[in-house]
DNA sequence: CGTGTCGTTGAGCGCTTTCAACCCTGGTGG
DNA sequence: CCACCAGGGTTGAAAGCGCTCAACGACACG
């Protein structure tokens, strides 16, 4: 970890080129920057612990960040990997409570970190603030229910085929690209299975033609077949 | 489903009397009871389906509302149960997007339903209220975090034990009491359980000496025990 | 008393995990 | 150019665990 001492204009340089600070009160910018550094986070460096006290907002500028819940035997639960733009820990930043879970740098990281103060200070009078952190939870607590929705299904198939459900793209065709945000390993555990099934559901689906997997770039050839797993294991029997 | 015709003064009277309107704006509570009508549901009756368009706020005045993911097999995932003076659905009413669960009656209820164009345009200009849907939210986003880390330990004693440490009040000696807040079936699925598995999980719990169960009210016994077999869940130590 | 819901208990099966070894790829240095 | 290594990923065999299915018990309600 490492404090990076900077002038405020380049504090300030930094906060404008980030869409979560766009449009507000120059007040506002003027105040968030005052209470501002920047961090860089070697990979594998931890950001916080769950159960250390949230005082400052913390947004990703540069690298990716890994939040997740430490689990009984050494392993975790990866709850979110946020990229550049993005803040987390939010919620209990908001609350003045402590962490609800830990955060590592994935990659080497770079963090517009903020004092709560001067945030909440701003909060309680700029209500396009308020609405930027409205907007941050809003995509944390939907992204949370796709979480929980890919990782609750009984099967690791109807795991896996929800979870490429999900990222299909609007416009969608017959077949779309996704592309592993990270490791195999930690994809796995965000959906609740080891690597080693995680890989064997990708092969089985690869053999029967309904994916193509070229390392972290898997291509959906059939989404209808998708949708047919998340359906199915019931189809057969007749009500 | 049944909509209650009600006064502007009536309707101005429920809102005044639910903390979640304390200390806004007269302005503010005017434009929201203006935009605001109460609805009566039965137990079982569907407040709304996911993937239906948000653009109501959802306030519960009495009863109990189950929110949950349908699943596969006419299962169920049980993602929040919201008692008196909680919204539901902020998120999505937030983003303006699709809602991403189902929402029932758990039992007869009374919501308070106010219109988003209301809610958003006063939100825009009442910090105050949009710091109300911040802490709404927040608390979502917590209660979220906790069911995540109470459902994903691998075994199903773990999952209990978490769920039952998780609720152990601050002021908790070595014993204390937890009441269901709904049926085993229900707090089962919760934690990604049938209600046999959680059936079984307690009598053990219980023969073990470690908790006691009379009906829905638990009483446990041993916190130290608990805290054993999830040694993870707690705040981790420096190394 | 039937009837329905909630909860318990038992038996057997199937899936995922675990633990193990192995493969493959990219990077490094001789 | 090749030998070597580390990390990510794959594959195999065995075992544990929770689910399914089915029957039963407890209790409230009409």
Known sequence: MNAIPLTHTRIS??????????????????????GARQMAFRRDEPIFH???PADTLHIVVSGQIKVFLPQPNTGEKVVALVERGESFGVASLWLGEAHLADAVANKDSHLLIIDRQALMR?????????????????????????????CTPKSAQQRVACYLWQRRPADAGHHYDVLLPT????????????????????RQMAE?????VKGRLIRVLAVARLEGLNSATRALQPE
Chains 1, 2 share one sequence.
Request: net charge negative.
């Open 13 to 34: 340089e930094i906060i404008n080129r980030l869409d979560y600070f766009h449009g507000l009160e120059t007040e506002t910018l003027d105040q968030l920057a005052a």
């Open 50 to 52: 769950k159960g250390m």
């Open 122 to 150: 701003r909060a309680r009078v700029d209500c396009v603030l308020a609405g930027r952190l409205m907007d941050a939870l809003s995509h944390r607590v939907k992204d949370m229910m796709r979480n929980l929705e890919s």
């Open 183 to 202: 490791t195999k390993r930690e994809v796995a555990t965000k959906l609740n299975l080891t690597q080693e099934t995680f890989s064997r559901v990708l």
């Open 208 to 212: 029967d033609g309904c994916i193509e």
